[in-house]
């Protein structure tokens, strides 16, 4: 019989890369067993969710479509989990950002693209800043934590959109549920023809830069990244801590109200409960995936959109159900996290 | 027959000889205590005989049998309990389920059954609790009483405590002591691990001195006397050494003034500190952990707020200012903890630069070339083995103290604040930061050298401050500085 010890060495930095690649192979090991369950073929269903979306053009684009709003709300939580501050509240601050946009793009009808797209973004950004003001207050004053209280206001928002859309806002001409149309010179172009992908696509990909400068250049970025490694040492080094964190806390949230503007400006044209498929729970996924790391982040949201794409096909051609998708996704995130963990132990022969 | 036997007990951690051939024997009905200062050994060897650690070479016998204990679980078996100085309660069950906890004998409890044993076994032994109180609402000292019960519940009949009154206030500590002795009565053998000279003569029969991992020996109280014990405690042959002649010191420089503070859980830590700190001058503070050292570099170093007095460096006001302002006053501090106290994912430049990120910003961006410029020099100068790049953590914990060290003194600071500097160190690197610390004094800055290593505290320093329990006992020059009179001041005797 072996004799083995388990102890703690620091992870290699090699580690960063290899465990999500290595974590996407794991999930989905395991999920071959729930596409089995449902009768279909496991190498069928994983050749439907990654390859099948990206062999036409529009299939592609579509995949970027989808991956959009997970970008900004990855970099949402990217930028925020790097401070150390636990912003579960992306999905509330996007939905903030699209109230805002919506406001904007259906009040200011006279006023030219040129000035309504960048407007809807501000509005966008300030939305999600003003709705992770209250839990970024709680946490630096009075150290409430703020995993509980992100993730109780996005519920209070989602009852806020609902009555806005039930009531002040609801459509007189249809008489549905949802706001009426922001005008058309609101509408973010489109960048090819016959495909949805529109220049809030763009918009992400300049977020990407803009955090990435942000996170690594600039002496914020420093402060940030020293008080999510260590709190202590980051308040020994003389470091304003409760100003970095409250700085990420909004800066996040304005990032994630972005991703709110751009789906009403892009893609629905008009307020509704669905705009989100849980952009900013995926978020959450996306940045761990991407460990935090901007274009890691960025490439994880666009594997992520992909097997969203995916997942349709997926059940219409295999009769898999669609929730598959979700079960990857979330398995994901397990399964790297997991794995986040372990890349500190090492296991020795005695 | 003695109710312990440890006879020959030897542990190493790695090149550390923690017990060094230790014999120590326990009478039945005895309160026996084991004295000595941090690092001797007290701890070690009690958990070896708790079955936490298992000794390399030696025998325990227990009531005369030859025992091999390997667990806690054995341990307890054997009829031994331990309260340790943190306690192990569960703080949202009740007394009487943390008492029962792991160890009843059905699956099933029901609330008012164990609430009955528990003040059966209250009454039967003495110890007073109220078995349906929730643990998160007793005073500290109610709570050490639960432990001990959870002990003597147990069947216990030796009971070892680790340093039980740190955490007691006064009246708290007379009610330990007086069930102590009733326990002893009824046949309970006590061995109560503690560095203060007077409870110790209090409430203990016999005393086994411990240094450096061996005994310096075993005495009955009536033979001896705390000038005695202080010796034993901390006798050493460096005290017989001329040590540099006395120097010229300049004038004062940094006041510190009636300073009290509560630590983190909110109890007074500090009480009425004050020291004066000249130019030139290496100043020493000793003590045994535990008594206030780590409040007190946490309110010079800025982390911890005062509750009163002052604290100056020269004509600037020090006593609420954060880390930043004191480091722009000119103060250079390292942390007691070099892991809490630097961040280990970021690389040795971005720490070196982290407490002076204002000139390393060039166009609102972090200017890399310079802060790994820096880097190089420092790495240079105080011969650190890692480059710029190096993620902090991957250092040997020398290199890492050398980072912290030149990160403290790059700016040529006028006062400098070194706790703990060399804990944890191989030889070279402590010899290395002692000579820093004193070239910082020939250079002209004050210092302020919080160690636990007594031999540390005596051979740089120019005088010694001593705390103890919060207070300081007193500050006398090292060329003044016998065994007798620290260990009295340092075991809270004078």
Redesign the interface.
Same mark, same amino acid.
């Given at each position: 019989m072996l004799n083995f010890k388990i102890e703690r060495t620091?992870a290699p930095r090699w580690a960063v890369v290899v465990i999500p690649i290595v974590a996407v192979l794991v999930t989905f090991l395991l999920c071959s067993i729930l596409v089995l369950m449902a009768g279909a073929n496991p190498f069928a269903a994983f050749y439907n969710f990654i390859v099948t979306p990206l062999s036409s053009q529009v299939s592609a684009l579509e995949v970027l479509v989808k991956s959009t709003p997970l970008i900004l709300t990855g970099m949402a939580v990217t930028f925020a989990f790097t401070a150390g501050y636990f912003n579960i509240g992306a999905e509330g601050q996007l939905y903030a950002g699209a109230i805002a946009a919506t406001w904007v793009g259906i009040t200011f009808t006279n006023l030219p693209g040129i000035v309504m797209i960048p407007l809807m973004v501000v509005a966008g950004f300030a939305g999600g800043v003003l709705w992770a003001l209250i839990p970024a207050l709680l946490k630096v004053k009075l150290k409430v934590d703020e995993v509980v209280t992100t993730l109780l206001m996005n519920s209070i928002i989602m009852f806020f959109v609902s009555f806005l859309l039930n009531g002040p806002w609801r459509s007189p001409v249809s008489g549905w549920p949802q706001s009426a149309e922001i005008s058309d010179a609101a509408h973010f172009a489109r960048l090819f023809p016959k495909s949805r992908l529109h220049i809030g696509f763009i918009i992400a990909l300049l977020v990407v830069v803009i955090v990435y400068?942000l996170i690594k250049? %600039?002496?914020l *970025?420093?402060?940030m990244?020293?008080s999510g490694?260590?709190l %202590? *040492?980051?308040?020994?080094? *003389?470091?304003?801590t409760t100003r970095t964190m409250l700085i990420a806390a909004l800066v996040s949230g304005g990032i994630a109200g972005l991703a709110g503007a751009v789906e009403i400006g892009g893609i629905h044209f008009h307020l509704i409960e669905s705009i989100s498929n849980g952009f900013g729970y995926t978020g959450i996924i996306v940045a761990t995936l991407g460990s935090l790391h901007p274009i890691g982040a960025t490439i994880a949201a666009m594997f992520i959109g992909l097997i969203g794409t995916g997942s349709q096909t997926v059940s219409r051609v295999l009769g898999v159900p669609v929730y598959l998708g979700d079960v990857v996704q979330n398995t994901l995130l397990l399964v790297t996290l997991a794995m986040f963990l372990l890349q500190n132990y090492r296991i020795k022969r005695v | 027959m003695y109710a312990v036997e440890m006879l020959g007990i030897t542990k190493q951690f790695g090149n550390v000889l923690a017990s060094d051939n230790v014999h120590f024997c326990l009478e039945k009905g005895e309160i026996h205590a084991l004295l000595g200062e941090n690092g001797a050994g007290k701890t070690t060897l009690m958990r070896i005989l708790y079955g936490l650690y298992k000794a390399d070479a030696g025998e325990i016998f227990i009531d005369g049998q030859k025992v091999e204990v390997t667990s806690p679980k054995q341990a307890i078996q054997a009829g031994i309990g331990m309260v340790t100085q943190h306690f192990t309660l569960v703080p949202t069950l009740t007394v009487a389920e943390n008492i029962v906890l792991g160890y009843h004998d059905k699956h099933t409890v029901s609330k008012s059954e164990i609430e009955a044993k528990v003040k059966q076994a209250s009454e039967k032994y003495g110890i007073h609790v109220e078995p349906a109180a929730l643990v998160r609402q007793l005073s500290v000292g109610e709570r050490q009483r639960v432990e001990i019960l959870k002990a003597l519940y147990r069947n216990a009949r030796i009971l070892i405590m680790d340093e039980p009154t740190a955490v007691l206030v006064p009246q708290e500590v007379d009610v330990l002591f007086e069930s102590l002795l009733r326990l002893v009565k009824s046949g309970l053998s006590v061995i109560f691990i503690s560095h203060k000279l007077h409870e110790v003569m209090a409430v203990c029969d016999r005393i086994t001195v411990l240094r450096n991992g061996h005994v310096t020996g075993t005495v009955r109280k009536d033979e001896t006397t705390q000038q005695d014990l202080a010796n034993m405690m901390v006798g050493r042959e460096t005290f017989g050494v001329s040590r540099q002649a006395k120097r010229e010191t300049g004038k004062v420089i940094y006041t510190v003034k009636n300073l009290s503070a509560n630590n983190k859980q909110g109890l007074p830590t500090l009480k009425d500190v004050s020291f004066e700190v000249h130019a030139g001058e290496i100043l020493g503070v000793a003590g045994v952990s535990g008594n206030g050292q780590t409040e007190l570099t946490q309110v010079l170093t800025g982390t911890l707020k005062p509750t009163e007095g002052s604290v100056s460096l020269g004509q600037v006001d020090l006593t609420q200012a954060d880390p930043h302002a004191i480091t722009e006053a000119g103060v250079g501090r390292t942390p007691e903890d070099r892991h809490e106290g630097s961040i280990g994912s970021l690389s040795v430049a971005e720490n070196l630069a982290l407490e002076d990120l204002d000139q390393f910003i060039h166009n609102g961006l972090l200017d890399q070339a310079a802060i790994t410029e820096n880097a190089k020099k420092y790495i240079d100068e105080f011969q650190i083995k890692a480059s710029p790049s190096d993620q902090l953590r991957k250092l040997s914990g020398g290199n890492m103290q050398k980072v912290i060290l030149a990160r403290a003194l790059c700016r040529k600071p006028k006062l400098v604040i070194a706790s703990q500097p060399t804990r944890g160190l191989d030889v070279g690197a402590t010899e290395y930061v002692r000579n820093k610390l004193l070239a910082e004094r020939d250079r002209g800055a004050g210092v302020v050298l919080l160690s636990e290593d007594l031999d540390e505290i005596i051979a740089l320093s120019d005088r010694i401050a001593v705390i103890y329990e919060g207070c300081i006992r007193g500050i006398i020059p090292t060329a003044d500085a016998t065994a007798e009179k620290l260990g009295m001041m340092m075991a809270g005797a004078c």
């Open positions: 620091p400068i250049r %600039t002496p *970025g420093l402060k990244r020293a490694a260590s %202590t *040492g980051a308040q020994f080094a *003389g470091i304003d | -």
